[in-house]
């Protein structure tokens, strides 16, 4: 829906067009620790279904369900062992129907998770893999390479995994006898798929038949950049010791390799044939948004995360600039940008805020040294009105409207991610964004579930919970709330389809920008009060009062949305 008209803004469902994509506001449901319905620590599909409200009052467009699927959980899911099923710790195929069509009848669409870059070491393929010889069809499923030297001991080459250690892993052959290496880009337990390979590719179309037929209207790729890989398999030079977020650069023999597009639009063309067309995001780490623009042409994928804007420091003119390239490059295809500043993958942005902002790229692992999370949490409100206010689509990654910072200190004992295993106990991993959502001042898990949750949240949580949140006008939930109303109201707000933003011209500490009719909005990352641009004030991420005698100011780490002539 490129143009607002007076019934969008009086309906309490967005977008019903087939271009409702293009400006969406997406909750991502990080299943495993959302709500845990059944008591076990493990959220599940009727912890989702229970709090339904919560999403429609937060005023999203759509969702995004973490991978659901039948699974050992060696990755959080991202182990697939059958891809036509829900997972028996996460409820049933009917739950996940139902939940579908409850979304669906409160104007939610329905985003989830498909993962074809591998499958799980539990998936019936792998084990036929394994059960059969080498050169057989089963094995070709899979990346299985004989090993380097006289008796293929060495692994084929040198490639890593993004987990820690190396991307190879050897099999002993049904006869007993030491044999062939299976590629694993990530754990042990997710070896690759091969994707030349043509029973491959139909098994995945037929996948995502099987899930729109039932409704989902569109998936986010999981890896979208990694599933061609150079057949001569050349060894890599290493210069990062951080595998983790490392992309692809021309010449990548397993990152962003063009042989991917072609997949895509076989994935299109099967998207259209459906009315509406389902939709896709890809999750794809590449060099820069111009090759992110490829995997957006017209006869390929709608959307994609748009993960320069998330290595962006807190600083203004790095944001535009990452902004502005962004926005040109998808619109040279003619693609909205899809804004997000967290995910379950990566410190949370309250945390990433509140350190000593880097000269170069955000870091986006790790602990990076101390955290002010007040000001961290200041920074993410400001951040919330620029994301919102920008052209495009926004994915929010849950807990975010509850201003949550990463869990840095969590137990050893209780690290889940492969990567605290894989980096021989050197890297945490990713656990720290993950810990159980708190919706109530008390219980065992803050109202996760009735037990404790799979990773415990700290006490301080309970003042962030939504129970305490909810009827609180200052809180940051309630930030979100209105913000969101605000966004679907305001005419100027969402794709922007046809109308390019302007740019304030506001010094190095400050950035702002107008779009019609009558909008604007300003960012004030440094540390000084900036003027603000006359007009009505809409929305501040702080208070404005105070600052400033003669007319009003934004203070640091505040923006501010306004009403101008
Ligand atoms: O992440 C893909 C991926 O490449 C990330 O691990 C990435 O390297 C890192 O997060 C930032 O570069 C996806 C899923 O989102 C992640 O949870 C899975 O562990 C991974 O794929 C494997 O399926």
């Not at 890896?223 to 021309?250: I, Q």
Request: aromatic share 10%; glycine share 10%; charged share 25%.
């Amino acid at each position: 829906m490129g143009d607002k008209t007076s019934a969008d803004v009086t309906s309490p469902t967005i977008p019903t067009g087939s271009q409702w994509w293009r400006e969406a506001v997406t909750y991502q449901l990080y299943i495993r620790s959302f709500a845990d319905a059944n008591g076990d620590g493990l959220g599940d599909v009727a912890g989702i279904r229970s709090h339904l409200e919560h999403l429609t009052t937060l005023g999203v467009d759509a969702v995004w369900i973490n991978p659901w699927y039948p699974s050992p959980q060696a990755d959080g899911g991202y182990d697939v062992a059958d891809y036509r099923s829900v997972d028996p710790a996460f409820g049933t195929l009917d739950e996940g129907q139902q939940l579908i069509d409850e979304a669906h009848a409160l104007g939610l669409k329905v985003m989830l998770d498909i993962v074809p870059n591998h499958t799980s070491d539990e998936h019936e393929w792998f084990r036929a893999a394994l059960a059969s010889p080498s050169g057989s069809p089963e094995r070709d499923r899979y990346v299985f390479r004989r090993g380097q030297g006289p008796d293929g001991a060495a692994p084929p080459n040198n490639w890593r995994s993004v987990f820690g250690g190396p991307a190879w892993q050897r099999v002993t052959e049904p006869d007993g006898t030491p044999g062939e290496w299976y590629l694993h880009l990530f754990d042990t337990r997710q070896p690759d798929l091969n994707w030349s390979n043509r029973e491959v590719r139909d098994e995945f179309l037929d996948v995502l038949r099987f899930w729109f037929d039932r409704g989902a209207d569109g998936f986010r790729i999981d890896v979208a950049h990694g599933l061609v890989k150079d057949d001569a398999l050349p060894d890599l030079v290493y210069t990062d010791e951080s595998l983790l977020g490392a992309t692809g650069f021309e010449g990548h023999p397993h990152w962003d390799l063009p042989g991917v597009h072609e997949i895509y639009r076989e994935w299109r063309a099967l998207a259209d044939t459906y009315d509406p067309p389902k939709i896709f995001v890809a999750e794809a780490w590449v060099t820069d948004a111009d090759r992110l623009s490829d995997y957006l042409r017209p006869d390929e994928l709608h959307t994609a995360f748009d993960f320069d804007f998330v290595r962006s420091p807190w600083n203004a003119d790095r944001l535009r600039a990452t902004a502005t390239a962004s926005l040109a490059a998808h619109a040279k295809v003619g693609a909205p940008v899809v804004w997000v500043l967290s995910n379950h993958d990566i410190t949370r942005h309250v945390t990433r805020f509140g350190r000593k902002q880097p000269e170069g790229e955000m870091p986006l692992f790790g602990a990076q040294g101390p955290v002010d999370v007040a000001l961290g949490r200041r920074r993410a409100r400001a951040a919330l009105l620029l994301e919102l206010a920008l052209p495009g689509g926004v994915y929010l990654y849950q807990g975010e409207e509850l201003g949550l910072e990463d869990i840095e200190d969590l137990p050893e004992e209780v690290l889940q991610d492969p990567t605290w295993q894989r980096s021989g106990h050197t890297e945490r991993g990713r656990d720290g964004c993950r810990v159980p959502l708190p919706w109530a001042a008390s219980g065992p898990s803050l109202g996760f579930g009735t037990g404790p949750g799979w990773l415990p949240a700290p006490s301080s949580w309970a003042e962030l919970s939504v129970e305490r949140q909810q009827d609180d006008p200052d809180s940051m939930l309630t930030l979100y709330r209105t913000a969101l109303r605000l966004r679907r109201e305001l005419p100027a707000l969402g794709s922007g389809d046809g109308q390019p933003l302007r740019w304030l011209d506001l010094g190095a500490d400050a950035l702002g920008f107008t779009r019609e009719p009558g909008f604007s909005c300003v960012i004030n990352t440094g540390p000084a009060a900036v003027p603000i641009p006359d007009g009505e004030v809409l929305l501040a991420s702080a208070p404005l009062d105070g600052v400033g005698v003669e007319r009003r100011m934004v203070p640091a780490d505040t923006a501010v949305w306004l009403r101008i002539s």
